[in-house]
């Protein structure tokens, strides 16, 4: 009894130790940071509708500081049946917190599909998107720490309540980002977007939508030094974002 409870225990500081070596061996140092901040999204959509369930938008997006960013959006949908749609787009996204001296550095590209599977239920309208979405960069990386694309998978749970008798709609929505490719360690989770706001149909072709969201963020930056170890740092980031958003259905 004795000897089978000396190899029980033998076996399980093996287990235990031998994955902690491994690990110890591949990272070098692990470090955490951590910011706050608000910032405003002004946006700006221009939708036309085609026969036999087409639709084309174009979108301008202005991100105030410390973002500095802008996203100019061109998209195709497509609804096949009320209760499905479907999309792709491309982004142009513009960095000027990178300085405006060469392209590769301020420039970025994004690519993306989806699908939407929606229902309506008396006032309410109900969906659920998912979107392979592909960000492409062309400045000067090391390959070893950072992808030149990175792939992620985002899924957005909608719920939209329209207020009788009256031009206004109150909406909610939780998006979550997960990534597809992360370089080390396995595929994480790296946003949730909790959202409340209120869709205003001021004419039958104009929209105001005024929400409030709370963008949790969490990246990982590699460092891969010279002995081949790799230095981890957790970087989380926590957005309070106002978004005013003007649509305009031709």
């Known amino acids: 009894?004795?000897?089978?409870?000396?190899?029980?225990?033998?076996?399980?500081?093996?287990?235990?130790?031998?994955?902690?070596?491994i690990f110890g061996q591949e990272i070098a140092t692990i470090d955490t940071t951590s910011e706050q901040f608000a910032e405003v999204h002004i946006i700006a959509s221009f939708v036309k509708s085609f026969d036999h369930?087409?639709?084309?938008?174009?979108?301008?997006?202005?991100?105030?500081?410390?973002?500095?960013?802008?996203?100019?959006?061109?998209?195709?949908?497509?609804?096949?049946?009320?209760?499905?749609?479907?999309s792709a787009g491309y982004v142009l996204k513009?960095?000027?917190d990178k300085g405006w001296e060469h392209p590769n550095d301020f420039l970025r590209h994004r690519v993306n599909v989806d699908a939407t599977g929606q229902i309506t239920l008396g006032q309410w309208k109900l969906s659920l998107r998912e979107r392979i979405m592909l960000d492409a960069r062309a400045d000067k990386i090391d390959l070893l720490e950072k992808n030149r694309v990175d792939a992620v998978l985002r899924s957005r749970l909608q719920a939209v309540y329209s207020i009788p008798n009256y031009p206004l709609?109150?909406?909610?929505?939780?998006?979550?980002?997960?990534?597809?490719?992360?370089?080390?360690?396995g595929q994480y989770i790296n946003e949730l977007r909790p959202e409340i706001g209120l869709q205003?149909?001021?004419?039958?072709?104009?929209?105001?939508?005024?929400?409030y969201r709370y963008n949790y963020v969490y990246s990982r930056n590699i460092d891969v030094l010279d002995s081949g170890d790799i230095?981890?740092?957790?970087?989380?980031q926590h957005k309070h974002i106002i978004l005013l958003t003007y649509k305009f259905d031709w």
Do not use: Q
């Open 94 to 96: 513009l960095y000027g």
């Open 1 to 21: 009894m004795r000897h089978i409870l000396l190899s029980r225990y033998l076996i399980l500081n093996c287990l235990l130790f031998i994955p902690c070596w």
């Open 231 to 236: 230095a981890l740092e957790h970087e989380y």
């Open 169 to 185: 709609s109150i909406i909610a929505k939780m998006e979550l980002f997960n990534t597809l490719n992360a370089k080390y360690f």
């Open 200 to 211: 205003w149909k001021v004419t039958k072709k104009n929209t105001l939508n005024l929400a």
């Open 53 to 86: 369930g087409l639709k084309l938008t174009f979108e301008e997006e202005i991100r105030s500081a410390p973002t500095h960013r802008s996203h100019t959006t061109i998209s195709l949908a497509y609804t096949p049946i009320d209760y499905l749609s479907l």
